[in-house]
Structures are given as C-alpha cells and as structure tokens.
C-alpha cells in the first residue's frame, strides 16, 4: 500500500487559498476529466502496444507447440519481473484493482508515479512475455495513476484527490475496452460503490475521452469481431441458463484455485516469492509447449477464433480448464497483470463448448457458437468479478447487438447467483483480506439492509396526530384559547400550524407562550384579532415524505421541535408527525 | 484575512492554474505525438508480418501443403484480424487438409457476417457436396448465383450456375438441370466455346436436342470450329441423325486439317470411323430413302445382311447346344433360351420366306414393316445370344435400337 506524501499549510496566504479552493475545483473538475481522459487513454494505447510488440519479439511472430521459447521466455520474465518488483517497483504486484480501491480509502487516492510507470512496464513484459494475464485491471490503475498525478500536480484538496482516482480508472478501463459504459459502470459497481452526481460526471468525461482517443488510434469496430446472432427460438434460452449453471460453477472453481494458492504462495520465505513468477511462467510455458499456446498472454486471438467457430468442443474445454490453471500459477506468484481478460478468456471457451455442444446435439436450434461464446464472457465477468451490471453491459457494448439482452441476463444472473451463494466473499475482497486491508465491498454495500425511512419510524397510526393543529388564520386570541383547551386534555411540546400558502409551521410551547404573553383580557384588541401566523416566523418547517430516510430529518430537529410528513399525492394532507424522540426511538428499536 | 490577500491569492491561483493548464496541454500533445509515432510503426509491422504469413500461406496452399498454409494464415490473421482474402485462404486450407467440418464452420460463421456473398455460399454449397448433403448444397450453389460477387459478377454467376448444373446431373436431376444450363446458356454472351460447353453440359443432362442447338450455334459463331463440327457430328450419330452427323464429321476432319481436333490419334480414328459408319448408315437405312424403289431396294439388302448373320449364329448355337447334349450334361438354362429365342426367330424367317421380292414388299405397307421388324429383331437377339455384331450388322442393330 503506498503512503501519500504529507502536505504542510501554513501561511496565511495558503489560508486564502484554501478559502477560494471549493469554488476553483469546481470549475477544474471536469476539464481535469477531459486531461485525464485523453492522457489515459494515450497511455493505455502505448501499453497495448508494449504487449503485441514484446509478444512478437519474446515468443515470435507464430508461436506454436513444441517452440521451446515458450518455455524458456515465461520462466526469464518471471525471474525479471520478480527482480524488478523486489527491489524497484515494489507495488506493482496484482491486478491493479484492489490497489487502486486501497489508494482510494486508505491513502487519499494517491499512487506514485513510480507505481504507475512499475506498472506499465512490469505488466507488458509479464503478459507480453506468454504469462497468462490481461491488460485491462493494469489499464485501470494507469489511469488512476494519471488521475493522481495530474491532481496533485494541480494542488487539488484532498477530498478532489480521492474524488480522482476512480475518474482515471474509468478512462484507463474505458481506453483498455473500448467500451465507456461498462468501465463507469465497473467502477461505480467495483471501485466507487455508489452514484453520486459530482463523480458521476467526471467519469463519463474521462471515460469517453479515454475512449476517443483509442478509437483514433484502434478504430471503432469493437474489441471483438462479433458474429451477427439472434434469438429465434425462445427453447434456445434453456441452452443460455445452461451456460449460466456452467459459467457459475467455473467461476466457483476459478476463485477458489486462486483463493487457495495465492496466500499459499504468499506465506513461502521471501527467496522463493522472487523464484515464483519464474516457476509459474514455466509452467504456464509448458502449457503452452505441449499444445496449447493459446492460454499464453491475454488470450484475445484464441476469444476470437472461438467466437468464430475455429475450435472442436474438446479443444474448448481443454482452452477453458487450462487458462484457469495458467492464470491461478501467474496470478497467485505475484506476476503484475489483470485478470478481466483470463475471465473473458474463459468464458468465451466455456459458451462455445456449450454452443458447439448445442449445435451438435440440437442442430434445429439457432443461436452460432459465437453468440454462446460472447454471452459466456459475460456470465464469467457476472460470476467470477461479481459485476452483474457491468457484466450485461459489456456484453451489449462489446457486440453492438441488443438481441442478446435477453440470454445475457439469464445466463448472467444464474452464475452470478450461483457464485454468490457458493463463495461469499467476491474475489477482489478475498484478495485484500489476504493482503491485510479491509476496504470496503461494494457488493456488500448493495446487499446491506436498506436505511430507515419516515414511515418506519411512523408507525402503524401514522394518520393519528398528537399535537394540537390550528389554522394559521385563526386569531392569537382563538389560538389561545384552542392551545389551552388542548394543554388541558394532554401534554404536548408544540403545536402545528397550517399556514395560508399550505406549508406548515411547527411552533413549540415557549415560542406560543411569548406571543400569547402580549395578549390582554379584551378579546377585542388589535392584537389579540391578529392572525397567528403573521406572529409566525417566514420559515416554514421542510416538506418531508414518508419514504425519505430517517437520517435526513436529523438536522431539522435543531430547528424545529416537530417535523410533519406529508403525503406525497394531497397537498396539505399529513400523514404523521414525528419529534426527535420518535426518531431516537426508531433507531434504538 | 484581508481582501488584498485574496485578491493577489485568486491572481496567483489563476496564473498557476493557467500554467498548469498549458503544461498539461504540451505534455498532451508530445504524448500524443510519441504515441502517433509508434503506433504508426507499430501497425505498419503488423501489417508486414500479416503479408509475410499469408504469403507463406498462399505458397503453402500453392504447393499443396494445406496444414501448413492453416497454420500460416492463422496467424496473418492475428496480425490482420477480419481481412477477408486472408480468412477465405484460410478456409480453403482447412478444407484442402480436410478439416471439412472446421472449414465448414469457419464458411458458416464468414457467411454469417456475408449471407450473400457469392464466394462463400459457393464454398459451402462445394463442402455440402463433398459431405453429400443435396439440398444444403442446392441451396447455396442458388444462393452463390444470386450472391454478390467482386470482378465479373456475370462470369461468376454462370460458372456457379454451371456448377451448380452439373451438380444436378451428378444427381441425376436432369430437368433441374437442363433448366439451369438453359438460363444460364441464354444469359452467357455469342463465344464458340461458351456454346460448345452448354452445348456438352445439355448432352450430360440428356437434352440432346439443346444440346445440338448450341453446337449449331457455335458452328455459326465460328464456321471454321472443328471441336463444334465433331460434337455436333458426334450428337447426331447417338441421336441417328446420319445425315447431318455425316456433314458435320466431314466438316470436323476437313477444319483439322490432318487431324480431328478433338486431339489425340484415337480420337481421330473415331470421328473417322462414326463418319465411315454414318456413310455406311445412310446407304443401309430404309429411313433415308428418297423413294419407295429405294427404300425396298435397302430393305432387301438389309434382309440379306440380316439373314447371314442369323444363319451364322444359328449354327453357332446348335453346335453348342449339340457339344453340350453329347457332354451328357443337360444345356444351362442361357444356352437354352438363347436356342429357344433362335428357334422363335428361324419360324419366323421361315414365315418370311415370301417377303424376298420387291412385288411383295411394294404391294403391302404392312410386309415392309413385317421385314423391317424381324431385321430388327434378327440383329437384337444374334447380339445377345451370339455376341456383339461388327461391320453392317453392328450399323443394323444400331438403327434397331434407334428405331425402338
């Protein structure tokens, strides 16, 4: 975990500049986006590149089985980058998600240029290099690494400096996938963990930007060549909830091989941790000598031979097994690299095995093996990443092709019900409780018991007012009379006013008994004729609903003894009135 | 805090933020020109290394070397994603090693993104062929005709229609066929060799009367055409049109001037010999004559061909039959149909008897057709019971046949 620099204020210039500080932010917010964005995206195509260029030069421009290189150049790697991570770049180890959510809370959004720069470098070599990782998690902590940099560099406040880190992770994701609505969805899914209007707008520029800027460079074509599909035959969905029960299980069986081996691996004397990338990179190797290269790297040429049919059902399966064994080897030894591109990677095998198998067995169906093996990626990022939202809009995104909705929600939610009741703990969480932090999960948050509203704390006789309620015409001297009538019958702190203009006023019994304290005997007098309210203070008491949360009315008690809850459909017409001590009292319940 | 303070504060924060700002551009633009670069090189390598393979595959496929070409287009492929001259070798190559089923597939999912394309619906319909699935390969042979095509769609269209007519023929579907080759005959532009190739394709398709139109059609194309006369010549010999086969067979020799063109000396020879039997054909059938004296005149000749041959084979079966008896084994039931069937057939020349002279003949239509019918008979049962005949015999029971 990296450690921010300590800022020191002093002056009383620097107080100044404090003060303006708000309101200059505001305005930098979103051209900063734009910057971020365009950098990110930049960077991310260099990065991209970095891999193709290492992968030709390392493995060579064809490699096959039986290329002994393929064996030699992952166990070299490894030992390069594990020298590197020891003793130059020593955060740059995992994904790049959990670091950027862990330089989020713990450490104000701050990660170090060297962490970015370890990065870039250390990943394209380990994936270039045949070990079996993605560039897209990488992807996402460059651009929170730009985001940090350039915020810094502008002398934002810190609450800005958090606020940015999860707007560059949008723009490198985006750049990475070339798909803008599923890196803002992951973040606020996986990164952010909520909506909120001021982040909201930063990440759609910065990932849009990031996303420009790559197509200018890749083109617009999707990062997948999709083969056209269609749903025709509603008996073809059994056949998508299939491939959800296998994607989950797959899942499962994915998080648990890392959950198992990576603090295995961890826990080993520190000597061994910097053989370990090295030993995995010869196994991933061999994998790949003995037949199967195409778990080697990110995998993206096998996803779309597989969307295309260019695999036998075996040889599927084999891909699917043997990427989950290659990517929990480089994964767990530590190796920088992500692990989207594994998942989509196996996903896509595992929805063309079934397709192959649908095909094969059930011909009269038609969905193409392409279609199984694009709705396959989604259902593994569903189960395995625990993304369910961003799951569905990758898949859209990435195939331009809405006609899929449908076997992409069932397939999506069936894995990901299954891997949820199967493994608890998403993975990214498990990752970091390994690592000793405790960052907050966002699944968790969604799942949480949601907050208590007006109408808990009113109660089944929500229409029942306790306090006297006048009319804010009534005279001071009916208003007395009527306050007393009531004081008689029953204690009450404050009265409820219905004022002309149809807002309410809560009145508490002091702030009557001084007006009423003017009052004389005769009933006659310019004051006691007066109307109540125009006694009143302007304010009125807020307008509040029963499904608003209980917390919100907190603040107003400072103010206002009583707090009437209006119905939303009648104007005027309450349904209940609550004081402080209604509320403490729902919440000690 | 004084207003002056903040004011001077907001100036600085300004200009700083305007600094930062222009730095921020320039670190942009240098980056984005460094980026500019690199990927312009970068794509340019891949571009070359794209050639490089799927030249190597193209060789391979060349040379007959099907698993290597896979392999290199493969990986062209992965440096030139979606480049379609690149996946159509390719599914050659996969065809060629005879992968069927993953050529197929990777056919499929090409014509998936292009249902029309003519190229790939055409390779489909050749690999449904080669798995014997027919209606498959109607199906996109029809949609090869009707696809789109780069270059000479019309050229394209037809030789697919072709394929497509001969695919038909291979199955036996000959009216299918007969109506493929004739829109696409009626379609092709005025080429002596065009019209000599629907002209074999109709034959093929048993639509021989077609068939000798479009030779007649290429013979007037191209009046000096030896390889039309010759087919034309040779059609209406097997439709025993002899006198027509004979002019065109003449006419075949002559324009190949000291060889028939069909090439080859025994071709050659045929053609001479279809056009000796033609000449021999026009003296010997009774069809041809102009008048009654001679068709009586050739009917007779015929009857005395005829009579030899019967009497030739009719001691040939007696004596079998008599080796056989004296072998003390009872004669095969083949011999002795045959000696029943030449038994029937000596009754009925001895009931002919009267049916020698010109006056007999010329008195009764229906003794010409008496006499024709057991020369004709004569020369079919003699071919199955005593071999095939050669010389006049062999030309009789040619116009046997055609008469039947």
Not at chain 1, 468 to 484: D, F, I, N, Y
Not at chain 2, 9 to 17: G, I
Request: with cysteine.
């Amino acid at each position: 975990m990296e450690t921010e620099p300590k800022v020191i204020e002093t002056s009383e210039d620097e107080a100044a500049i404090a003060a303006l500080a708000p309101a200059r932010e505001e305005r930098l917010l979103l051209l900063l986006s734009i910057f971020i964005g365009v950098i990110s995206g930049l960077l991310v195509v260099s990065f991209r590149m970095a891999i193709a260029w290492l992968s030709v030069l390392l493995l060579g421009s064809s490699p096959g089985p039986r290329q002994p290189r393929l064996i030699i150049v992952p166990a070299v790697v490894g030992l390069a980058v594990a020298l590197l991570t020891r003793y130059v770049f020593p955060q740059v180890r995992g994904s790049g998600v959990n670091q950027t959510k862990a330089a989020l809370y713990i450490s104000n959004g701050y990660i170090s240029i060297r962490t970015m720069i370890g990065k870039f470098l250390l990943a394209s070599l380990a994936i270039g290099g045949g070990h079996s990782l993605g560039p897209e998690d990488p992807s996402l902590q460059i651009g929170a690494g730009v985001a940090s940099l350039i915020s810094r560099k502008v002398g934002l406040s810190r609450e800005r400096l958090r606020i940015f880190a999860p707007v560059g992770a949008a723009a490198g994701l985006a750049a990475a996938f070339n798909a803008p609505i599923s890196a803002i969805l992951f973040v606020i899914e996986e990164v952010i963990g909520q909506w909120s209007a001021g982040v909201l707008g930063s990440v759609v520029l910065s990932a849009v930007s990031a996303v420009v800027v790559a197509r200018w460079f890749w083109g617009s074509e999707p990062m997948f060549r999709i083969p056209a599909m269609s749903l025709r035959d509603p008996r073809e969905l059994l056949a998508y909830a299939v491939l959800g029960l296998v994607g989950g299980v797959a899942s499962l069986v994915f998080a648990k091989s890392l959950g198992w081996l990576r603090p295995r691996l961890r826990n080993l004397p520190g000597w061994s941790q910097l053989l370990q990338p090295a030993l995995a990179g010869l196994l991933v190797g061999g994998i790949g000598y003995f037949g199967l290269p195409q778990v080697m790297g990110a995998g993206y040429e096998a996803i779309d031979q597989a969307m295309h049919g260019q695999f036998v059902l075996h040889i599927l399966l084999l891909l699917a097994v043997f990427k989950i064994v290659a990517t929990t080897l480089s994964f767990s030894s530590g190796t920088p690299g992500g692990m989207f591109a594994p998942t989509l990677f196996i996903g896509a095998m595992l929805g063309a095995a079934v397709g192959s198998f649908e095909k094969h067995y059930f011909p009269h169906l038609t969905g193409s093996t392409g279609s199984y093996a694009l709705v396959g990626m989604g259902v593994l990022f569903a189960a395995f990443l625990r993304v369910p939202l961003t799951s569905v809009f990758m898949v859209l995104e990435v195939s331009g092709n809405y006609s899929v909705i449908l076997p992409v929600i069932l397939a999506n939610t069936i894995a990901y019900l299954i891997s949820r009741a199967l493994q608890p703990v998403p993975i990214f969480e498990l990752f970091t409780h390994q690592d000793g932090l405790y960052l907050p999960s966002m699944e968790e948050q969604r799942e949480e018991r949601p907050e208590l509203h007006f109408e808990d704390a009113l109660g089944v006789e929500r229409t029942e007012i306790r306090v006297p309620v006048l009319k804010g015409s009534q005279t001071v001297w009916e208003a007395r009379q009527s306050v007393t009538e009531a004081a008689a019958k029953q204690e009450f702190e404050a009265v409820l006013i219905q004022c002309k203009d149809g807002g309410w006023y809560a009145a508490s019994r002091p702030e009557l008994e001084v007006i009423f304290a003017s009052l004389g005997t005769d009933p006659n007098e310019a004051e006691a004729k007066q109307a109540i309210e125009e006694r009143l203070g302007k304010d009125r008491t807020p307008v509040m609903f029963p499904d608003q949360t209980l917390s919100s009315a907190l603040p107003y008690f400072r103010r206002w003894p009583l707090l009437p809850i209006s119905n939303r459909a009648m104007r005027g017409a309450l349904e209940g009135v609550l004081s402080q001590a209604d509320v403490l009292r729902r919440y000690q319940r | 805090m004084t207003d002056g303070i903040a004011i001077s504060s907001k100036r600085r924060l300004m200009l700083h933020d305007g600094v930062t700002f222009l730095i921020l551009t320039l670190a942009t633009v240098v980056l984005f020109v460094l980026t500019l670069l690199l990927f312009r090189s970068f794509t340019e390598h891949r571009a070359e290394l794209a050639t490089r393979w799927a030249g190597r595959g193209r060789v391979a496929l060349t040379h007959g070397r099907p698993q290597d070409a896979v392999e290199a287009l493969r990986t062209a492929l992965t440096y030139s994603p979606g480049e379609r001259s690149y996946e159509l070798m390719l599914a050659e190559a996969l065809e060629g090693s005879g992968h069927t089923e993953e050529a197929t597939s990777y056919f499929l999912n090409l014509w998936e993104a292009q249902p029309g394309d003519g190229v790939i619906n055409l390779e489909l319909a050749r690999l449904a062929k080669k798995k014997r699935d027919r209606n498959e390969a109607v199906r996109y042979f029809q949609a090869a005709v009707d696809g789109s095509w780069e270059g000479d769609g019309v050229e394209h269209r037809r030789d697919a229609r072709l394929e497509l007519a001969n695919y038909l023929i291979e199955q036996k579907d000959f009216a299918t066929a007969q109506t493929e080759l004739l829109i696409a005959g009626s379609n092709a532009p005025p080429d002596a060799a065009l019209e000599v190739m629907f002209g074999d394709a109709l034959a093929r398709a048993e639509d021989n009367a077609n068939a000798l139109i479009y030779y007649q059609k290429a013979i007037k194309l191209a009046p000096r055409n030896a390889l039309a006369y010759e087919k034309a010549g040779r059609l209406a010999y097997r439709m025993g049109d002899y006198a027509r086969a004979r002019g065109w067979l003449e006419r075949a020799v002559r324009e190949s001037a000291g060889g028939l063109a069909s090439g080859g000396g025994t071709a050659g020879e045929d053609d001479l010999t279809l056009l000796r039997n033609s000449e021999r054909l026009l003296v010997l059938s009774p069809s041809v004559a102009r008048t009654e004296q001679d068709r009586i005149t050739r009917e007779l000749d015929d009857r005395s061909i005829a009579q030899r041959r019967f009497a030739g084979c009719m001691a040939q079966v007696s004596k079998a039959a008599a080796d056989l008896t004296a072998g003390a084994q009872g004669a095969p039931s083949g011999a002795a149909a045959g000696l029943l069937a030449m038994q029937g057939l000596n009754a009925r020349w001895a009931a002919a008897k009267g049916l020698s002279t010109r006056q007999t003949l010329s008195a009764d239509d229906a003794n010409e057709d008496t006499l024709v019918a057991l020369i004709d008979d004569t020369e079919k049962t003699t071919a199955a019971v005593c071999g095939a005949p050669s010389g006049d015999d062999a030309l009789l029971l040619l116009l046997a046949e055609n008469r039947q």
